[in-house]
């Protein structure tokens, strides 16, 4: 059974980046040909899919956040990084990590993590 599980603060002042990691249980994130998403849930709005790191470490980022968006990995820790920079009060959101097996598809989602942006 495939958990995971993000963690970071939960508070981010506008203008700062905020950064939330995803531990992998039960699986590796180097398996082909798994990719590894970070997808977000804003108060009131649907789910957006944020960007995704492949088993091999290339990395694919949604065209409207890309500028703004790093995800990188720790393949010895089995865990994988989320980093937005010049956060907005229109990043608070619910921000889940989620195994990806195709396109648009999700089999396996974290708890999800509140992150609101506030000074």
């Known amino acids: 059974q495939v958990q995971l599980q993000e963690s970071g603060p939960g508070l981010v002042k506008p203008s700062q980046t905020l950064s939330l990691t995803c531990t992998v249980s039960?699986?590796?994130?180097?398996?082909?040909?798994?990719?590894w998403s970070w997808i977000r849930q804003p108060p009131g709005k649907g789910l957006e899919w944020m960007g995704a790191?492949?088993?091999?470490?290339?990395?694919y980022y949604n065209a409207s956040l890309k500028s703004r968006t790093s995800i990188s990995r720790d393949s010895s820790m089995n865990q994988f990084t989320l980093q937005l920079s010049s956060v907005t009060p229109g990043d608070t959101a619910v921000y889940y990590c989620?195994?990806?097996?195709?396109?648009?598809?999700?089999?396996?989602w974290g708890q999800g993590t509140q992150v609101t942006v506030s000074s």
């Open positions: 989620a195994r990806t097996p195709g396109l648009h598809v999700h089999d396996y």
């Open positions: 039960g699986g590796s994130i180097t398996t082909p040909y798994y990719h």
């Open positions: 790191i492949g088993y091999r470490g290339s990395t």
